[in-house]
């Protein structure tokens, strides 16, 4: 947005108890009634604390009834301006239908003209936002769902929900606040009433740092707050950007459903990432259910690692048969293997099995990938594909590292570095096969399995005792290991729960139920692989955020059939988007052929994003 002059006084509709109209040095003693709607046409919540200051720079402050009036008795004639006060998300963006940009009104409030004896002022807000904490420990089934409100207001805001998953090392974060006037250079002069209010959250975008489409310039970098909210933030004022939202008139905005999960875990732990991942996902079960019987339409957009989410909760939507629940799915740069969608387990090449998620295509009408093979944290860009491997066998030889590996991977910074050089953070998951593997597995069964199970035996020298190796030691407590998974599979089979929570079998999440058979599979496995030295004996797949359908299509029938009737669909954004994260504050070409073309304007369509129409 160009920078743009400070609005011109709004003139609402002034009436006396007479009928007449009084020019504003006539009267003294002005009743104030500020009638607050937000765009659905709810009245803010009773209670609401307004701060009002009129043209002698005095203080009258109201809270809203249950009509949505606030009255605010014997304000002086002339000019008047208010805010609310701890009013989350409710950002002004209409007085009397004329429209108001929010981010300038939160900084500078409208300077409205009232007459005696009594004023009337139409004021309009945006919805709250919407958002849910999937990262803490639930404390109740209630926790990771939505209140009877937020129903509602997505139910009037065109019966649709769009969900968000952010990705990958990615903190809770919060809001910003709104920049102050003096802050802003859109604004000509300084305000003339100002409430002394503490600028509340700002839940909307201020600006973006570059980009055709900026917004206001500021003197400073504008706060949009940080982590999950930051992304919250700006991905849905893309999203209403794309739907045909101008920065003239925000009304038609529309709040998404943000999803924050645990997934910083450390920028090595990429392991405990994605068993955080499928944990989210099994929550997330609770809110997809929740919008489908209120008869709410359910569409996904899901950035990285975020995928690992939608995608556990898909595949046990789909074992339970609950099919085509969710309207479209949107992977943005999904970090899982590019066969992750398949229809067939054994074409997992995961050594673990958390690759493939076998059952997800049921639960929905249409999965759209989004890919880059530019990205380079997915994997490396394709003018470095070929030396990639070769890097890597030179910098750590295919050996047994022993007590070295811990510092490796305690040396965060510099090795991002590198993988960063050599193809990509994604990559670590499959650096720890068969190295690394022995870091993060081995963390997270440090005090839940025997000892002797998952750290392979260190030869010690010379030999001593009946068991120098510590191999029958070993072979009894992956006994106990075995029983110990097997016993906590049939504990989740009799609690007819029909989603348990798995500790042990937590690598399995993806699955609604662990039978008794797959949880001693499991464990079998996991012993091979320490017999192995954590050698895998299976490549790696590459992302599909990266590389996208283009290899598995001629491996499965599957997928080329739902590519063919496109149920699956993919958007190659190889040629303009160089950035894992580059959606976020996005260049001219992004927005166009990656927000409008790639999803929004297929979205409305075929389900809907507010109360947006197609074009």
Not at 82 to 92: P, S
Request: net charge negative; charged share 20%.
């Amino acid at each position: 947005m160009t920078e743009t002059l400070s609005p011109p006084p709004l003139q609402p509709s002034r009436t006396s108890v007479t009928g007449v109209s009084m020019p504003a040095h006539c009267s003294v003693g002005v009743t104030v009634l500020i009638v607050h709607r937000d765009t659905l046409g709810r009245y803010l919540p009773e209670g609401t604390l307004v701060r009002l200051r009129d043209s002698a720079g005095k203080s009258v402050s109201a809270t809203i009834d249950t009509e949505g009036v606030s009255r605010h008795e014997g304000a002086a004639p002339g000019k008047v301006a208010w805010q609310l006060v701890d009013a989350h998300g409710q950002h002004l963006v209409a007085v009397d239908d004329e429209p108001l940009e929010p981010c300038l009104a939160a900084a500078a409030p409208p300077e409205v003209e009232v007459a005696m004896d009594e004023t009337t002022i139409q004021a309009t807000y945006l919805p709250p936002p919407i958002s849910l904490n999937l990262r803490d420990e639930m404390t109740s089934p209630e926790a990771d769902l939505l209140t009877e409100e937020q129903l509602e207001q997505l139910r009037l805001a065109g019966n649709n929900a769009t969900l968000f998953l952010h990705g990958y090392n990615v903190p809770l974060g919060q809001y910003g606040v709104f920049a102050s006037w003096e802050q802003r250079r859109d604004i000509s002069a300084s305000p003339l009433l100002t409430t002394a209010h503490t600028a509340s959250s700002a839940t909307i975008l201020q600006g973006m740092r570059t980009g055709e489409h900026a917004s206001a310039a500021y003197r400073e970098e504008p706060d949009n707050g940080n982590g999950a909210h930051n992304w919250f933030v700006h991905m849905e004022y893309q999203l209403n950007r794309a739907a045909g939202m101008t920065e003239e008139d925000w009304r038609p905005y529309t709040r998404m459903v943000g999803i924050a999960w645990f997934g910083d875990t450390g920028s090595v732990d990429f392991f405990q990432a994605e068993l955080n991942a499928m944990a989210a996902g099994r929550r997330l079960v609770a809110l997809l259910e929740q919008l489908y019987d209120a008869g709410i339409a359910i569409n996904v957009i899901s950035h990285s690692l975020g995928a690992r989410v939608i995608l556990t909760a898909l595949n046990i939507l789909g074992e339970q048969e609950r099919h085509q629940w969710i309207d479209n799915v949107y992977l943005w740069q999904p970090a899982v293997a590019d066969n992750a969608l398949v229809n067939d387990a054994s074409q997992d090449s995961h050594p673990l099995g958390m690759g493939v998620f076998p059952d997800a295509h049921q639960a929905t009408s249409k999965i759209v990938v989004l890919q880059s093979q530019q990205d380079g944290i997915l994997g490396p860009p394709p003018s470095q594909a070929d030396s990639f491997w070769r890097q890597a066998a030179q910098y750590i030889p295919n050996v047994w590292l022993g007590s070295k590996l811990n510092d490796i991977f305690s040396a965060d910074d510099r090795l991002d570095a590198l993988l960063g050089t050599f193809g990509g953070a994604y990559n670590k998951k499959w650096w720890i096969i068969p190295i690394g593997l022995q870091g993060p597995v081995t963390r997270y069964y440090e005090g839940k399995a025997p000892a002797n199970t998952v750290r392979p035996p260190i030869p010690r020298q010379p030999p001593a005792g009946p068991d120098p190796y510590g191999r029958e030691r070993a072979a009894q407590a992956w006994a106990v290991f075995r029983e110990q998974a097997i016993q906590e599979a049939r504990d989740a089979l009799a609690s007819s729960d029909p989603l348990p929570q798995y500790d042990l079998l937590a690598p399995l999440a993806h699955h609604a139920v662990v039978s008794e058979e797959r949880a001693a599979a499991y464990i079998d496995t996991l012993q091979w692989l320490v017999g192995r030295n954590w050698r895998a004996g299976k490549a790696p797949r590459a992302a599909l955020g990266s590389i996208g359908f283009s290899a598995v299509r001629n491996d499965s029938g599957f997928i080329r059939n739902r590519l063919d009737l496109n149920i699956f669909d993919f958007v190659d954004q190889t040629p303009w988007l160089f950035d894992h994260s580059g959606m976020k504050i996005p260049g001219a070409e992004v927005f166009e052929k990656s927000y409008q073309e790639g999803i929004v304007r297929p979205l409305l369509r075929e389900s809907g994003f507010g109360d947006y129409k197609p074009t």
